[in-house]
């Protein structure tokens, strides 16, 4: 709280773009414009500003009284909804011999800017003024810097032991740090952590990002944080389940695991002739594409969220789903162009571990791998508030395999029956003799399908010919 001393300091301050004198008690306008111009700092000079009630311009003091009304009418001024986001500031009263002052303390915003009805007032100098849009422009991105990201922020319960500390000086420190900076570097293990926004120095304890990456268990202190694969044996989660497995651990031991997992469990190869020497390997869904989808979900995840990413295959299609929508200056119209990211320090990292490269350019990978395989294009869902979704289907090269496999096995069918109908009527049979022969039970169909083409091409004759309908008639083949 400011004192005495200082109050009168302020009176004949200099420093006029911190300081406003007024002698008025009723213009509330007034009061809150200031307040809200205190808290937008655009100067950033860091140091608080004071709306002082009672004095003239020359700080010489106006007589004024300062009673009880006064005072909680001005600290209203806090807390009554017209300044958003609220003011961070104290009311005082000092009595002086020639009179009272009013001081209202007021805290630079670290969520810039400031509006006071819908207006951004900011101090240029002793003038008071409406911002701008650049300058309103460099208050959102000086509240953007003042914003730790969660990965930046301590994860407090958590020691240096909770870290593979090892694993960082052997593998992670000599892929983002220079040798030679890091062969001179004499530091405590902390403080390189802490160059690289993997330590709190203060707090003394790892950043999340630090847990995220390279933590023992990960999943103690953010639960959300692991890979859900489910394989459903049908269209809907309904169905049976036919695989299930949870991938835990941190990133620099998950993402391997689930690379493989990816390669050897939910992609499937098959070689299909293209030529009579010749075959050609065809899969559901390229690896590279599902492995870019999902690097992207851990990169991107909100990991104060206690849902995993969700990997979910279906006979017709797979799911991806993380926790957390499009973030920053990523949005619904402008994606996929525009990039921002939730987790810059992950991000960071799994670059240096080769992971992805943060050029922007996954979502087109992904689509052209898709398109080379034959598969659909991905649909993405990016409407959602708190979850990302991408859905991608099998290839369709692989699907007319499949349906002309199955036509192939349906003419091999076809052909085997009719050859042992023909065997068969080596001697006279009737119709049920032929249906309980070959196992079929529609008279009708059996007829038109397999006996009257047999008798117009001329490999079987009816024994009756005049009498096509007799209760009697039989088949028998013509050729001995």
């Known amino acids: 709280m400011i004192t005495k001393e200082k109050v009168l300091e302020l009176l004949h301050s200099t420093e006029t773009y911190r300081v406003e004198r007024t002698t008025s008690t009723g213009d509330m306008d007034k009061?809150?414009?200031?307040?809200?111009?205190?808290?937008?700092?655009?100067?950033?000079?860091?140091?608080?500003?004071?709306?002082?009630?009672?004095?003239?311009?020359?700080?010489?003091?106006?007589?004024?009284?300062?009673?009880?009304?006064?005072?909680?009418?001005?600290?209203?001024?806090?807390?009554?909804?017209?300044?958003?986001?609220?003011?961070?500031?104290?009311?005082?009263?000092?009595?002086?011999d020639d009179g009272d002052l009013l001081v209202a303390e007021v805290s630079p915003s670290l969520v810039p800017p400031v509006r006071y009805r819908g207006r951004t007032f900011i101090r240029i100098g002793p003038r008071r003024d409406i911002a701008t849009e650049a300058e309103?422009?460099?208050?959102?991105?000086?509240?953007?810097?003042?914003?730790?990201?969660?990965?930046?922020?301590?994860?407090?319960?958590?020691?240096?032991?909770?870290?593979?500390?090892?694993?960082?000086?052997?593998?992670?420190?000599?892929?983002?740090?220079?040798?030679?900076?890091?062969?001179?570097?004499?530091?405590?293990?902390?403080?390189?952590?802490?160059?690289?926004?993997?330590?709190?120095?203060?707090?003394?304890?790892?950043t999340n990002a630090a847990i995220i990456l390279f933590g023992n268990d990960p999943q103690y202190f953010l639960h959300g944080c692991y890979v859900q694969y489910v394989h459903f044996a049908g269209k809907d989660r309904g169905s049976d389940i036919v695989n299930e497995r949870q991938i835990k651990g941190?990133?620099?031991k998950m993402l391997p695991q689930l690379e493989d997992f990816v390669r050897n469990a939910v992609v499937t190869a098959r070689p299909v002739s293209i030529s009579m020497l010749r075959?050609?390997?065809?899969?559901?869904?390229?690896?590279?594409?599902?492995?870019?989808?999902?690097?992207?979900?851990?990169?991107?995840?909100?990991?104060?969220?206690?849902?995993?990413?969700?990997?979910?295959?279906?006979?017709?299609?797979?799911?991806?789903?993380?926790?957390?929508?499009?973030?920053?200056?990523a949005r619904p119209e402008n994606f996929p162009?525009?990039?921002?990211?939730?987790?810059?320090?992950?991000?960071?990292?799994?670059?240096?571990?080769?992971?992805?490269?943060?050029?922007?350019?996954?979502?087109?990978?992904v689509k052209k791998l898709l398109k080379e395989n034959g598969n659909p294009e991905p649909v993405?869902?990016?409407?959602?508030?708190?979850?990302?979704?991408?859905?991608?289907?099998?290839?369709?090269?692989?699907?007319?395999?499949?349906?002309?496999?199955?036509?192939?096995k349906s003419a091999t069918k076809l052909t085997e029956t009719v050859n042992d109908i023909i065997s068969f009527c080596s001697i006279p049979r009737s119709m049920t003799e032929i249906m309980e022969h070959i196992g079929l039970k529609h008279r009708y169909n059996v007829k038109h399908k397999y006996i009257d083409p047999l008798i117009d091409s001329g490999v079987l004759m009816m024994t009756i010919p005049d009498k096509p309908n007799s209760r009697n008639q039989k088949y028998i083949r013509t050729l001995t």
């Open 250 to 252: 941190s990133l620099c």
């Open 337 to 365: 162009t525009v990039n921002d990211y939730r987790n810059p320090i992950v991000a960071e990292a799994m670059r240096g571990l080769k992971y992805v490269n943060m050029f922007n350019r996954g979502i087109q990978r």
């Open 380 to 408: 993405f869902t990016v409407d959602k508030i708190t979850a990302f979704e991408v859905t991608i289907r099998p290839s369709l090269s692989l699907n007319l395999v499949t349906k002309k496999e199955k036509m192939t």
């Open 136 to 206: 309103e422009r460099i208050l959102f991105e000086r509240r953007t810097s003042y914003m730790a990201s969660f990965d930046a922020t301590p994860c407090f319960g958590a020691t240096i032991d909770n870290i593979d500390v090892d694993y960082i000086r052997a593998k992670y420190l000599p892929q983002v740090i220079d040798a030679d900076v890091l062969a001179s570097d004499n530091r405590d293990i902390k403080e390189q952590l802490s160059s690289i926004h993997l330590f709190d120095i203060e707090h003394d304890c790892p």
């Open 31 to 96: 009061f809150q414009e200031a307040i809200c111009a205190f808290s937008n700092d655009l100067p950033n000079s860091r140091n608080k500003g004071y709306l002082i009630l009672g004095a003239y311009d020359n700080g010489t003091l106006s007589g004024l009284k300062v009673d009880d009304a006064l005072l909680k009418k001005i600290a209203a001024i806090r807390s009554d909804g017209n300044i958003l986001p609220l003011p961070v500031m104290s009311v005082e009263r000092f009595e002086f």
């Open 279 to 329: 075959e050609k390997t065809l899969l559901n869904y390229p690896d590279l594409a599902l492995r870019e989808l999902l690097m992207n979900a851990c990169m991107h995840r909100d990991y104060q969220s206690n849902m995993p990413i969700r990997l979910y295959q279906y006979d017709d299609r797979i799911e991806i789903l993380n926790a957390g929508g499009l973030y920053g200056e």
